[in-house]
């Protein structure tokens, strides 16, 4: 995938990203899923930012909240604690920073 593709579909996205933390622009790749929660009614989505020395060098070992953006989309999120490999996890409520697939028709009798 060279820097200008990405994809979404099927209530995710995989691609370039801007993370916002304490106000700083972070540019990123992620891979994002979203799920709708019956639980509690609402929108959930979540995923990896993979490793960047930025990142690891402004969080070190703590998380954040942070504003993610994609092309044409943002949400407020908030990053765990890195992995073992310097991957953060992201995840929020409510729309999601990527792109949804239309909703299926409604069955008709």
Do not use: K, N, Q
Not at 64 to 89: Q, V
């Amino acid at each position: 995938m060279d820097e200008h593709e990405h994809e979404h579909g099927d209530e995710g996205y995989r691609g370039p990203a801007t993370l916002v933390v304490d106000g700083e622009e972070i540019p990123v790749e992620v891979l994002l899923d979203a799920r709708h929660e019956p639980f509690d009614g609402r929108l959930h989505w979540s995923g990896r930012v993979l490793a960047h020395p930025r990142l690891s060098e402004l969080l070190g070992t703590r998380g954040a909240d942070a504003e993610i953006r994609t092309p044409g989309h943002a949400a407020a999120g908030t990053l765990s604690e890195p992995d073992l490999w310097d991957r953060f996890r992201i995840a929020g409520t409510g729309r999601p920073p990527f792109a949804l697939d239309d909703p299926p028709p409604p069955e008709t009798d």
